[in-house]
């Protein structure tokens, strides 16, 4: 209802607008000629008679009506389309940022309600402290869930602002990949082995904090998807120009049609479906990577697997004045 009126607004506007402009420029057109060419040929008696040229003036002035009469056709539907075409990125942003506000909800939703059910139910009844530590324990697992959840939503609300930009300073990506592979580790244990290949240190200039979380969520998400009997690489590299981190796993890999969308916020493969998370951890890493003016990629593994590419810009060197 909302894009049906906004294009009828800007049907309306257009053809004010176009026809307005038409007879401005027609009333001009007629106005100059008539004032330039006025000529009447005066008979003997001192009649004056109507020359050819005022037969043009009203030949010109019947193809100016008849041709405003078509534009009265022809420019609505013009503007009508016009309005729609204008209206297509709006159209498509208000229907990301809808469907955005509904899975956000549906995720706050989810743990909302686990937390009333076990809070309920412990209270439904005297109960031992030691139930009660039990379920205040998982209330807390909750509540972190929903902590983390509302983090990267604000992560994600910022964009590419200033904000993350601010406090950018030089960066070794070796330490950051060493930094966040720890962390995963802890996190991780009786799955497969990260294996750390770190080729080059390769600085760039970003967040030391947003570049350890992409890593981090590439290294979880991988180490997901992959058996205990599989393996986890992370290969550093650089060739002076795009320094790269390369997250490969020998997981089940991802269908072309799993890959094409798997940047989209909440969206989740149907073989992700029952792993934990929200959906959010590569499109983190791909908004991260957009702050840092670089891109990510996704590639299917030699073998079997999944891998996933960070390519940053290398740092601008300063030349000296001369």
């Known amino acids: 209802m909302i894009f049906r009126r906004a294009v009828l607004r800007l049907t309306l506007t257009y053809t004010a607008i176009l026809l307005t402009l038409y007879g401005a420029v027609a009333v001009g057109v007629y106005a100059f000629v008539t004032g330039t060419f006025d000529y009447d040929t005066?008979?003997?008696?001192g009649a004056v008679q109507a020359s050819g040229v005022e037969l043009g003036f009203a030949h010109l002035r019947t193809g100016l009506l008849l041709g405003f009469a078509a534009l009265v056709v022809v420019v609505p539907v013009l503007s009508y389309v016009m309005a729609r075409r204008a209206l297509v990125p709006v159209r498509a942003s208000y229907k990301a940022q809808e469907?955005?506000?509904?899975?956000?909800s549906h995720e706050f939703r989810t743990p909302l309600s686990v937390l009333q059910v076990e809070m309920e139910l412990a209270l439904s009844r005297p109960r031992t402290p030691a139930e009660y530590v039990h379920v205040l324990e998982g209330s807390l697992s909750e509540v972190a869930s929903l902590t983390r959840l509302t983090e990267d939503l604000l992560l994600l609300a910022r964009g590419g602002s200033s904000d993350l930009t601010a406090a950018f300073d030089m960066v070794s990506l070796g330490a950051v990949v060493r930094t966040a592979a720890a962390r995963s580790d802890r996190s991780a244990a009786g799955g497969?082995?990260?294996t750390i290949d770190v080729r080059s240190e390769a600085v760039v200039r970003g967040s030391r904090e947003l570049l350890t979380r992409a890593i981090g969520n590439l290294?979880?998400?991988a180490?997901?998807?992959t058996p205990p009997t599989g393996a986890v690489v992370v290969t550093v590299t650089d060739d002076g120009s795009s320094p790269t981190i390369r997250v490969a796993d020998s997981g089940v890999g991802m269908s072309?049609?799993?890959a094409a969308r798997a940047f989209d916020?909440?969206?989740?493969?149907d073989e992700s479906r029952s792993l934990p998370g929200h959906g959010l951890g590569l499109a983190l890493v791909q908004q991260i990577t957009a702050a840092h003016q670089g891109r990510a990629t996704i590639t299917e593994t030699p073998g079997g697997g999944t891998t996933v590419s960070l390519v940053l810009p290398a740092p601008r060197r300063?030349?000296?004045a001369g």
């Open 223 to 225: 180490l997901r998807h």
């Open 256 to 258: 072309p049609q799993t």
């Open 99 to 104: 469907r955005f506000v509904d899975d956000a």
């Open 42 to 45: 005066v008979t003997s008696d």
């Open 318 to 320: 300063m030349h000296p």
């Open 192 to 194: 497969p082995p990260v």
């Open 265 to 269: 916020r909440f969206w989740r493969g």
């Open 219 to 221: 290294i979880d998400n």
